[in-house]
Nanobody
Framework: QVQVVESGGGLVQSGGSLRLSCAFS????????IHWYRQAPGNQRELVAS???????NYADSVKGRFTITRDNAENTAYLQMNSLKPEDTAVYYC??????????WGQGTQVTVSS
């Protein structure tokens, strides 16, 4: 069965860094686009960063210059490096792996809390 599992969340001070991991279990990982979403209490789920099969990346304006999405196809893992964290980055972060418009998989989320 295909599984997507996030890890690396935690509590960090404002200005600190965290690296989130998205581990993918299954075949054809290199053909999936990977998306990181986040959702804070009372807020809508928002797309934070994406990386496709050609390694092209996209970022939300709010995280440009601070977050970096990467992938290691040999390890079936994608990452979200988060630097210069702010309290407004506090949210549950979710990894989504999409193969087609009708085939995608979600992780359970990992909590990121940034204290001021």
């Amino acid at each position: 069965q295909v599984q997507v599992v996030e890890s690396g969340g935690g509590l960090v001070q404002s200005g600190g860094s965290l690296r989130l991991s998205c581990a993918f279990s299954g075949e054809l990982f290199s053909l999936y686009a990977i998306h990181w979403y986040r959702q804070a209490p009372g807020n809508q789920r928002e797309l934070v960063a994406s990386i496709n099969a050609l390694m092209a990346t996209n970022y939300a304006d709010s995280v440009k210059g601070r977050f970096t999405i990467t992938r290691d196809n040999a390890e079936n893992t994608a990452y979200l490096q988060m630097n210069s964290l702010k309290p407004e980055d506090t949210a549950v972060y979710y990894c989504n792996a999409r193969f087609t418009t009708t085939i995608d998989y979600w992780g359970q989320g990992t909590q990121v809390t940034v204290s001021s």
